[in-house]
């Protein structure tokens, strides 16, 4: 099949790619909602539907199909896309021939209730169902409804090769992993994306070659909990020599995954999301401090301070076991960059927990953070056992005292690296001026310098002379 990456230039600037396939007539418009793991399904969406005549647009106006992949890990997430295909339907009322359809998590949550009652959408799909699509898009083009949200126990989308979709052709995704099994007790994940399963090492190393045959210079290797990612049957083909030595015990666990990822594309940069504190386990440390092209940095959410919280979220860990991994990462590598997620305002928490939170905060002293209110999600464990007691006003106050400490810490983090020369990976314009480049270092620290010669992809050595809580400013040496 002659498939093309054609790059536009969006009004902003923004390089983007759409997916065209020769001789396909029909047009999808695909956007997503919520994680990266979301994103990467929309490029196998993508891909499958290339098979099917679809090439992908940027103009809702044009679709003939469009699909919304969705989230419902808060209830916010959830109002946004129902904004969104309030637009849609908005769109179809000009173009009735136009489909439109759900995907991911609320598709999962929400099953028929978005056919039956809310009558927005001709097609539900969830995410382990889209294999299904040609079949169900052809259900809906003969004027029918259709859906699938059945959840698999084994569907990995293995074999199936993304197209990059939304992409600066310097970095991508590679899922290996899908669900999750640890049921925290606030999140709704592991009803929306089913059970954990692993992906077989043989097509992640042929999707990390051919991104570097293409051009790409990092890959994120994505999992809900990546360190849980295991894989009985060793046996790699011979092509990949050093990393089939490793690979020829019989398990490959996520600290031998990364090894053989590392060997197979030694140029390239390696990152991964997210990591679970109770699954990451010392040899992955290791993995990280014995390959160069790992980068330096660990997704670690932890979402409270408080053992008694922590008890209550069914994390499986304690304040205290936290901090020992902590300290692990920093003796082992020493330059690691550690981030969070934190939820304040969890079923019971009190003003002692928050400031557990805080001090915890303080003692990682963390590079970056995502955090939020909690968010109750219907059919959660939390939503059954516990009462959501915390007011929002004290949530929210809550909220504001982490996210103000967070940017401190990140200032502190940032300043560290003034008058030293890092390394950036070029992603392409600053967000302020196209005459500056952005890229990132190995901590995933934002840096921001004067264009020269150089272009987006390339990896040069920045003198870093100043910084904000979220930018490195500075100019190329080398
Ligand atoms: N392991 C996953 C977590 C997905 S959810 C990963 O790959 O990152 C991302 C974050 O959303 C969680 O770490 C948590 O901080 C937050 N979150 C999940 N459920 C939530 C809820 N009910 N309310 C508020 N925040 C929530
Ligand atoms: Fe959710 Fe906990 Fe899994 S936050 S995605 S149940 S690790």
Redesign the pocket.
């Known amino acids: 099949m002659a498939s093309e990456n054609i790059i536009e230039e969006k009004k902003q600037g923004q390089a983007l790619i759409t997916n065209e396939v020769e001789g396909n007539t029909k047009k999808l418009f695909i956007e997503s909602y919520g ?1 990266q ?1 979301n994103l990467n399904d929309s490029e196998i969406v993508a891909s499958i539907l290339a098979k099917e005549g679809f090439n992908t647009t940027h103009l809702l106006e044009e679709a003939d199909l469009v699909l919304v992949n969705t989230c419902s ?2 209830e916010k997430a959830e109002q946004t896309i129902r904004k969104r295909l309030q637009k849609y339907n908005r769109v179809k009322r000009i173009n009735p021939d136009m489909k439109i359809g759900v995907l991911g998590c609320m598709a999962e949550r929400l099953k028929t209730k978005f056919l039956e009652e809310e009558k927005m959408v001709d097609l539900v799909v969830g995410p382990d169902a889209y294999r299904d699509l040609p079949n169900l898009v052809k259900e809906v083009e003969s004027g029918k409804d259709a859906i699938n949200v059945i959840l698999s126990k084994e569907e990995t989308y293995g074999d199936v090769t993304p197209v990059r979709l939304n992409s600066n052709g310097v970095s991508a995704f590679i899922s290996i992993t899908r669900g ?1 099994d ?1 049921m ?1 007790t ?4 592991p009803f929306t994306r089913g059970r954990e399963r692993s992906r077989d090492p043989q097509s992640i190393l042929e999707e990390a070659q051919d991104l570097w045959e293409k051009g790409y210079k990092e890959i994120t290797l ?4 990546v360190d849980s990612y295991l894989w009985y049957g060793g046996g790699l083909k011979k092509d990949f020599k050093n990393a089939s030595e490793i690979a020829k015990v019989t398990a490959t666990d996520f600290s031998k995954l990364l090894e053989i990822v590392a060997l197979a594309v030694p140029k390239m940069r390696i990152r991964f ?2 990591s ?1 504190p109770q699954d990451m386990s010392v040899d992955v440390l290791h993995s990280m401090a014995k390959f160069d092209n790992i980068c330096n940095y660990i ?1 670690l ?1 932890v ?1 409270t301070g408080s053992t008694r919280m922590l008890e209550r979220m069914n994390r499986q860990h304690t304040r205290e076991e936290y901090i020992e991994l902590v300290d692990n990462i920093k003796r082992i590598i020493p330059e690691c960059a550690i981030s969070q ?3 304040t305002g969890f079923c019971g928490e009190t003003e002692e927990d928050h400031q557990d939170t805080l001090s915890l905060m303080e003692y990682v002293k963390y590079d970056f953070g ?1 955090m ?6 219907p059919g ?1 464990l ?1 939503a059954k056992k516990f009462e959501d007691d915390v007011p929002l006003e004290t949530k929210k106050r809550r909220l504001s005292e982490i996210i103000n400490l967070q940017q401190k810490l990140s200032l502190y983090n940032m300043e560290r690296f003034v008058g030293k020369t890092v390394e950036i990976l070029i992603e392409g314009d600053s967000k302020k001026s196209s005459e500056h480049w952005m890229g990132r270092n190995s901590q995933n620290a934002v840096a921001v310098f004067p264009k020269g010669v150089e272009k987006i992809g390339d990896l040069v050595m920045v003198q870093v002379e100043d910084c904000t809580s979220a930018t490195l400013l500075g100019k190329r040496v080398a």
């Open positions: 994680c793991m890990i808060r999750c640890n925290c606030f999140c709704v994940v994505l999992g809900q909990n999301a997210t679970n997704h959410p979402q997620d934190m939820i995502f939020f209110a909690y968010s109750e999600r959660t939390a």
